[in-house]
């Protein structure tokens, strides 16, 4: 049964990945991608990285959540359809996906990948807690504190992209 799910999660994600890039629509291509970024979350769910999925679904999925909301529902370009790619354009981005593969299969066939010790980490609510809240090595602050920042900024563009469209009209 896991490997069911695993490859419907797996297909899930190899389709939502390509209509989202393929998509004119941004307001489609934006939600194919919180498709993709919650499948992810249930890739880490099955692997028994529920922190890891957590995070997933909070600030990725609540990203594009964010993103849907801001820079596409509040401006003008909703409607929009991005122009069709070009023959040229789609062969050349054909042929790089192709090489892009064959590199990548070739280098996870290539690897000799050993079986490694997993060292067991204490699961309690008390050591995820001190990791979050340390500075050191391995503490989680800092990179909790860049992206608040970097959120707020995308918030803060997003609020004046919309006042803008809205002033100009």
Same mark, same amino acid.
């Given at each position: 049964? $896991?490997?069911?799910?695993?490859?419907?999660?797996? #297909?899930?994600? =190899?389709?939502?990945?390509?209509?989202?890039?393929?998509?004119?629509?941004?307001?489609?291509?934006?939600? *194919?991608?919180?498709?993709?970024?919650?499948?992810?979350?249930?890739?880490?769910?099955?692997?028994?990285?529920?922190? =890891?999925?957590?995070?997933?679904?909070?600030?990725?999925? &609540?990203?594009?959540?964010?993103?849907?909301?801001?820079?596409?529902?509040?401006?003008?370009?909703?409607?929009?359809?991005?122009?069709?790619?070009?023959?040229?354009? !789609?062969?050349?981005?054909?042929?790089? %996906?192709?090489?892009?593969?064959?590199?990548?299969?070739?280098?996870?066939?290539?690897? +000799?990948?050993? $079986?490694? /010790?997993? @060292?067991?980490? +204490?699961?309690? /609510?008390? %050591? /995820? &807690?001190?990791?979050? =809240? !340390?500075? &050191?090595?391995? &503490? *989680? /602050?800092?990179?909790? $504190?860049?992206?608040?920042?970097?959120?707020?900024?995308?918030? @803060?563009?997003?609020?004046?992209? #919309?006042?803008? !469209?809205?002033?100009?009209?």
């Amino acid at each position: 049964m $896991e490997k069911f799910i695993f490859y419907f999660i797996s #297909a899930i994600i =190899l389709v939502f990945s390509v209509l989202t890039v393929t998509s004119r629509k941004i307001l489609r291509a934006a939600v *194919y991608l919180l498709f993709v970024l919650m499948a992810t979350a249930g890739l880490y769910f099955m692997l028994n990285y529920n922190f =890891l999925a957590a995070v997933q679904l909070t600030v990725y999925s &609540g990203g594009i959540v964010v993103l849907i909301v801001f820079a596409v529902l509040l401006t003008a370009h909703m409607e929009h359809k991005l122009e069709a790619p070009s023959m040229m354009k !789609s062969i050349f981005a054909g042929l790089v %996906a192709v090489l892009g593969a064959g590199v990548t299969l070739f280098a996870l066939n290539s690897f +000799p990948f050993k $079986e490694g /010790v997993i @060292i067991e980490a +204490p699961y309690d /609510v008390e %050591a /995820v &807690g001190l990791k979050m =809240l !340390s500075y &050191g090595e391995n &503490g *989680y /602050v800092l990179p909790f $504190e860049v992206i608040s920042i970097l959120l707020l900024a995308a918030i @803060i563009g997003a609020i004046i992209v #919309a006042k803008k !469209s809205v002033n100009n009209d």
